[in-house]
């Protein structure tokens, strides 16, 4: 318990001040130099926006490399697993965390928007984490995008179907997610 409060309150301290930044989600499976998380990534830092992944390698790397070299701060919320998860080098602020609880809970507050690209269980987790957040009035609404819709419309068709069409969850909930296959230029206005 005291190393879980311990990761957060040491994550608070070093990403306070981070303000405005967004988080990609994607895949540490699918590999780095994927040119849409790259182009994605490379837009923000100079409009003033952080970056903030999940730090291992595959797309979050390719999220973290594309950020480092702009204006703001890479950020990675790196996790030590006991497999597939390794730091990537291209950040500029890196907590470090050996629980998931404090790091799903420090992608968070931080962040103002979410561009989620297509990955596995951890993003799922972190996705419908934000989605209740905000479904319950807990967090304030953002941005949640959702790149690729052949890879999202499986999903999405199960919620209006199974979630919407039994009421268990409103129909205007799905207004919270936004589908693109692509980032439109004026991404900013959202």
Known sequence: MFTIMTEFIESTERLSELHPALSIFGSARIKA?????MDIARRFPDEGFAVISGG????????????????????DMNI?????????????????????????VAFVPYADAYIVLPSGFGTFD???????LIQTGKYRH?????????????LLGWF??????????????????????ILPRFSMQW
Not at 60 to 75: Q, R, W, Y
Not at 142 to 154: A, E, K, M
Not at 162 to 180: H, Y
């Open 33 to 37: 130099d994927n040119p849409l998380c």
């Open 160 to 181: 209006r179907t199974q979630l919407v069409g039994d009421g268990i969850i409103a129909a205007k909930n799905m207004n919270l997610i936004q589908v693109l296959d």
């Open 142 to 154: 953002i941005p949640i995008v959702l790149i690729g819709s052949n890879f999202w419309n499986g």
């Open 80 to 104: 030590e697993l006991p497999h597939e998860q390794s730091e990537n080098k291209w950040q500029d602020i890196s907590p470090s965390f050996h629980h998931f609880l404090p790091r799903k």
């Open 126 to 132: 972190e996705l419908t984490e934000v989605l209740t």
């Open 56 to 75: 291992s390698p595959g797309l979050m790397e390719a999220a973290n490399k594309s950020t480092f070299e702009g204006k703001s701060p890479s950020v």
